[in-house]
């Protein structure tokens, strides 16, 4: 059972762009949706989250857009930059259950 | 900053041998968790581990696995009889509100 889809797979992107990454979950008892980023040799890192009370949230480069009705949520890196170059995996749980249901990951490649 | 440590970073065995895996969380964290990833696909949820005893399991978290806080620091995974299946990297996480979880860099598992 997929419960949380990623989609791009891979997306390259020039140095200063937008990078966008979409998830989309399927479980609407699901109230917690985290970022991960990973870097090769490196566990998964918390990068950003957000609850379903706000539509977006934004912490530096980064920020997520939520969509409550179509079970859809994205993450936002402005200003992209080589360093952003990561896997990245969007993430979904219910509240006070930290059993994360992980996306597939995204490989974000950002090209000087 | 304080990070979850894993030992051994590569780890190989044969089918049917017992293997531990060890953690050391983030020394004020109350919440543990064990994740794995099998190349090329999602991270999963094993357990979560809390006051104490296994607070979430998941299917794949079977007989053959179990774990332990044998004392104040450590957090440990042990599979009993290994198979072929379980070669991945395993993920230990803890976390001190068990919303935000921290990451160690793995284990790679080989069974061979």
């Known amino acids: 059972q997929q419960q949380v889809k990623q989609s791009p797979q891979s997306l390259i992107v020039q140095k200063g762009g937008i990078s966008i990454i979409n998830c989309a979950y399927e479980n609407t008892a699901f109230d917690y949706f985290p970022w991960y980023q990973q870097f090769p040799g490196k566990g998964p890192a918390l990068l950003i989250a957000?609850?379903?009370?706000?539509s977006e949230k934004k912490e530096g480069r980064f920020t997520i857009s939520f969509n409550k009705s179509a079970k859809q949520f994205s993450l936002h890196i402005m200003d992209s930059q080589p360093g952003d170059s990561a896997t990245y995996f969007c993430a979904a749980s219910r509240y006070g259950n930290n059993r994360l249901a992980f996306g597939k990951g995204n490989q974000v490649v950002v090209i000087p | 900053e304080p990070e979850v440590t894993q030992t051994p970073s590569h780890q190989v065995t044969q089918m049917g041998q017992e293997v531990i895996l060890r953690c050391v969380p983030i020394s004020n964290h109350l919440y543990f968790y064990w994740y794995r990833q099998i190349l090329g696909q999602k991270v999963e949820f094993l357990v979560s581990f809390y006051n104490n005893e296994i607070s979430e399991k998941s299917e794949i978290f079977d007989d053959q696995f179990s774990v332990e806080r044998p004392d104040g620091s450590n957090f440990t995974l042990k599979i009993r009889s290994t198979k072929l299946e379980d070669s991945a990297m395993y993920f230990c996480a803890s976390s001190e509100d068990g919303e935000k979880l921290f990451f160690g860099s793995g284990t790679q598992l080989s069974v061979l």
């Open positions: 957000i609850r379903p009370d706000v």
